[in-house]
């Protein structure tokens, strides 16, 4: 395990946020905090002299349909002096997908948070570039919504009576 | 008498010229696009569109049990399918908190790293055609063909393996692959070291290559750079070394850095890692002696399909594999990220679970994704034709650069 504890961790951030602790799921440890403190909290933890969590892992985000807050933005940092991970959650409002962007901090946070865009519509405020990464330009729907339907449901040739059921 | 325009130095090209670079374009090695601003060969700016084979892997992901998880994963990064299987296997018995044998750890060991051989010798093969040098690509793909012929013995296919299952082996290395690793440990490191003199200190690409493209530690750490781009910057950053999986821990082996962040540092750093990967299969073989031999996956029987025969003459077995294909079997409500190090660099997976039979999300942390979004912007002023070879180093794979 990494040279500094869990325990150190959040005490080190619960100094100067207030965040909720989710859980420590496999030994990474998972805060949560809320949009007008996330990119203050990155950048404290990032900056820290003894924290250093300057490696960005990723960002995405998970979708929880019919919650009070159903989009969940999740970022993964690294320490790599201390080899320590944190898994950092923000839940946003249904219909007010807006949260500020961390290339501020990151330039490789770029290309992940248009792809969290192009997935789950989240907007990225202050992004530079926020377009469509991997989908087409013209797609209206954001496909990792759960209310996205796998398959196309007007596609007629997959159609059950084609198959004599 | 000339019916087109004849430019010379004093003619004034205020305007610059646009070249798409892509989508099909054979030194791009895969399929994606850079729109280019050339001022003669060298390049003002350039757009990155990516996505052209985007498969919609983790919405699949999200509609299939665990065990048919692993075919998505080969078709990541395709030059080294079976650490992207191995890394998904372990994803899973992190979150069902299976121990595997050591033996299991050892083949998987073998087997991760005859891939990043693999797909080393892809990369750096193909480094040297781009910079017109076609004769070290050929020695070195018969190899490649060993490798897959080992593949073939353990899982029956060559390029999009789903080797393995979760806990283990769907069967044991019969003693035809155990030779066919032997005779790959004693032919390859001759071509290798026969490579490396061609390339090494041979003027032509060592004045292509060096100097060319250099990266920062700190820009590489900025655009979360990993594998083997952060390692030629001089940042000694191995997931193997440093979150030890499948028992790396036993193992001797050394982690190459470089210095300059260059191309050619890249092609060194790259070159030692498959010394290296030599080196930890001899070990590994060697480990394997001591280990019973008839042992190729850990004791799940909820989570690991037993062989067909068993299944039509034994009932626990036609239980379990009932229970298996109907997603009968709980599993925690959790969530978990395990990253290896693939051929790129650090491949994560972050799954969450709800306890049913899918995955409730799955994400894929791409290294070749990552890496590639820092070439737009550090191509930059560059000639076209170091931009070429640069995308060559980069080893951007359109697979695992879209999902």
Known sequence: MGRITNEELLNKINEKFSVTVVGEPYGLLTIETDREHIISLLDFVKNDAVLQLIYLTDITAVHYPETEKPIAVIYHLHSLVNNVRLRVKVFLPAGDDHIPTATTLWNGANWMERETYDFFGVIFDGHPDLRRILNVDDMTAFPMRKEFPLEDPNRVDKKDYFFGR | ?403
């Not at chain 2, 060298?42 to 919405?59: D, L, M, P, Q, W």
């Not at chain 2, 060993?146 to 593949?151: K, R």
């Not at chain 2, 290559?209 to 594998?227: F, H, I, M, R």
Request: net charge negative.
């Open chain 2, 1 to 403: 008498m000339q019916n087109h325009p004849v430019y010379t130095d004093n003619d004034p090209q205020t305007v610059p010229s646009t070249l798409n670079l892509g989508p099909t374009h054979p030194a791009t090695h895969g399929v994606f696009q850079n729109v280019l601003q050339l001022d003669g060969e060298r390049i003002i700016s350039g757009v990155s569109t990516i996505g052209y084979i985007h498969r919609a892997f983790e919405k699949i992901a999200e509609h299939r049990p665990f065990y048919q998880i692993t075919p998505l994963t080969d078709r990541l990064n395709y030059c080294s399918s079976p650490i992207n299987n191995m890394g998904w296997h372990m994803t899973v018995e992190k979150l069902l908190g299976i121990e595997t044998p050591k033996r299991v750890d050892y083949l998987r060991v073998i087997i991760m790293e005859l891939a990043r051989i693999s797909d080393h010798i892809i990369c750096n093969g193909v480094l040297g055609v781009d910079t017109g040098a076609f004769t070290g690509f050929l020695y070195m793909m018969e190899h490649r063909e060993a490798i897959y012929e080992i593949y073939e013995e353990v899982c029956g296919s060559r390029l999009t393996t789903n080797i393995g299952r979760i806990g283990g082996f769907e069967r044991n290395f019969n003693t035809i692959a155990f030779n066919k690793l032997r005779k790959f440990l004693k032919d390859f490191p001759p071509t290798l070291k026969e490579f490396e003199n061609l390339f090494n200190r041979n003027r032509i690409f060592v004045d292509r290559t060096k100097g060319v493209a250099c990266v920062t530690p700190e820009d590489a750490l900025n655009y979360s750079w990993s594998g083997p781009l952060l390692r030629a910057t001089g940042v000694d950053y191995d997931v193997r070394a440093m979150n030890p999986y499948s028992s790396y821990e036993d193992f001797d082996f050394e982690v190459p850095v470089g210095q300059d962040g260059d191309v050619y540092a890249r092609f060194l750093v790259r070159n030692e890692e498959m010394w290296q990967s030599l080196r930890l299969i001899e070990q590994a073989l060697v480990k394997l002696e001591k280990e019973p031999t008839d042992i190729f996956h850990a004791d799940v029987p909820e989570f690991y399909l037993p062989p067909k025969e068993e299944v039509y003459n034994n009932m626990e077995a036609l239980i379990y594999h009932f229970k298996i294909v109907m997603g009968e079997i709980d599993t925690p409500v959790t969530e978990v990220y395990h990253s290896v190090e693939g051929a790129n660099g650090e491949l994560g997976f972050y799954l969450v679970n709800d306890g049913g039979r899918a995955p409730y999300r799955l994400h894929f942390r791409r290294p070749s994704f990552v890496n590639y979004q820092m070439y737009a912007p550090m191509s930059r002023g560059m000639l076209l034709s170091d931009a070429i070879i640069n995308m060559s180093s980069l080893n951007v794979i359109a697979g695992e650069l879209d999902a």
